[in-house]
T-cell receptor, first 110, second 114 residues
Framework: GNSVTQMEGPVTLSEEAFLTINCTYT??????LFWYVQYPGEGLQLLLK?????DKGSNKGFEATYRKETTSFHLEKGSVQVSDSAVYFC?????????FGAGTTVTVRA | KAGVTQTPRYLIKTRGQQVTLSCSPI?????VSWYQQTPGQGLQFLFE???????NKGNFPGRFSGRQFSNSRSEMNVSTLELGDSALYLC?????????????FGPGTRLTVL
């Protein structure tokens, strides 16, 4: 079956530090890959997505590249802000059903 | 465009009761999916509806059911509530039930079972 494994947290960083959250997946077909973010007390917001191999998704300074050869979709941001503190979820979609990783809690300190 | 709306936002029930949660998708979206989020199990897929038909179902007992109406609004029902059903229930909508279609999530309904 499909599954997503992402880096365990929590991750604590200082402002302007580099952030990377590792995500690898197992899928039977050709899934689309997503990163969602959840702020305290809220639902999930789409951060970025990639629908085929070698696609790069980007939004708000975050980037992730769909790597079929390593079955990975690592999230990166070059300079984080306090407002980036949230829980980040890697997910894959196959047949319209999302399978999520466990989530990584990121805290950015001023 | 208004986002996905879910009602109610918070619910408190007791064991053995049943509950109905409602989800209104983004205007024009015809696919609605439901997810359960708990600290222990994370985010788990419950079911998906498209054009009033259940397309996909996750690995949950039959106490969890859902339906979709002709206006694409969806409800999910949980009967004979158990303590372990306490969770954030998230609804997501998309235009079509394809791999590449983005699912947009509502704020969730926080269900507490006492």
């Amino acid at each position: 079956g499909n599954s997503v494994t992402q880096m365990e947290g929590p991750v604590t960083l200082s402002e302007e530090a580099f952030l990377t959250i590792n995500c690898t997946y197992t899928a039977t077909g050709y899934p689309s890959l997503f990163w969602y973010v959840q702020y305290p007390g809220e639902g999930l917001q789409l951060l970025l997505k990639a629908t085929k191999a070698d696609d790069k998704g980007s939004n708000k300074g975050f980037e992730a590249t769909y790597r079929k050869e390593t079955t990975s979709f690592h999230l990166e941001k070059g300079s984080v802000q306090v407002s980036d503190s949230a829980v980040y979820f890697c997910a894959l979609s196959e047949g319209g059903k999302l399978s999520f990783g466990a989530g990584t809690t990121v805290t950015v300190r001023a | 465009k208004a986002g996905v709306t879910q009602t109610p936002r918070y619910l408190i029930k007791t064991r053995g009761q049943q509950v109905t949660l409602s989800c209104s998708p983004i205007s024009g979206h015809r696919s609605v999916s439901w997810y359960q989020q708990t600290p222990g199990q994370g985010l788990q897929f419950l079911f998906e509806y498209f054009s009033e038909t259940q397309r996909n179902k996750g690995n949950f007992p039959g106490r969890f059911s859902g339906r979709q109406f002709s206006n694409s609004r969806s409800e999910m029902n949980v009967s004979t509530l158990e303590l372990g059903d306490s969770a954030l229930y998230l609804c997501a909508s998309s235009g079509n039930p394809g791999n590449a279609d983005t699912q947009y999530f509502g704020p969730g309904t926080r269900l507490t079972v006492l």
